[in-house]
């Protein structure tokens, strides 16, 4: 019996503790490693607690912690910090100016020239079979393939526009009236006496 009162005594003790943890309004601004610019989009948060934020454009930064929290603070490229909350705060507000530093990674050594000698390079540079550029050029603007890609392109935004405004002027002119027939127009029984009397359908031929 005075183990198990020992027991939930202990227990207490341990919950009124964390039941007196201050909440405290953590802020702050977030610089480069020269604390000339802010670095907006880093991650702070309290690990295993699903507490966390970011900071916005200005690199600002604002959340609700607890004493004694460890707040991280991460971003791809600069070195993870870390700071811890103090306790027995007495007011309920901590503002800090954090500085990240830029997360230098080792790559492994690669060979940029996978041949051991020059001459061995100079072999495999004349060994290669290089096309004339001038030739791909030719075939390319080759009538034929210039015809081909002339039927495989879609109309142009003006073909499409000319095109909508003659069906426009069809319907138009179906709704009020028959279209016109030019065999039965003078006007253009005038312009072909006068382009047969200037000799233009012989200078066609």
Known sequence: MLVFGFFFTFISANAQDR???KVIQLSGIILNA?????????NVYVPKK??????????YFSMPVLEGDSVVFSFIG????TFKVPENVKEDRVSLILTMEVDEIALAEIEVMPY?????F????????????????????????LLRWAESMP???NENFRYFQQGQMLQNQDLYGPRPLRLLD???????IRSIKRGDLKSRD
Do not use: C, H, Y
């Open 19 to 21: 039941s007196e943890k």
């Open 34 to 42: 020269d604390s000339t610019d802010a670095v907006a989009g880093v």
């Open 50 to 59: 699903g507490r966390g934020t970011s900071s916005g454009r200005f690199g």
């Open 78 to 81: 600069l070195k993870k910090q």
């Open 116 to 120: 051991p000698t020059e001459e061995e």
């Open 122 to 145: 100079k072999q495999a540079v004349i060994a290669m079979n290089v096309v004339d550029p001038m030739s791909i050029s030719r075939a390319n603007m080759s009538p034929e393939m």
């Open 155 to 157: 109309a142009s935004s």
């Open 186 to 192: 003078p006007f253009a029984w005038s312009q072909f």
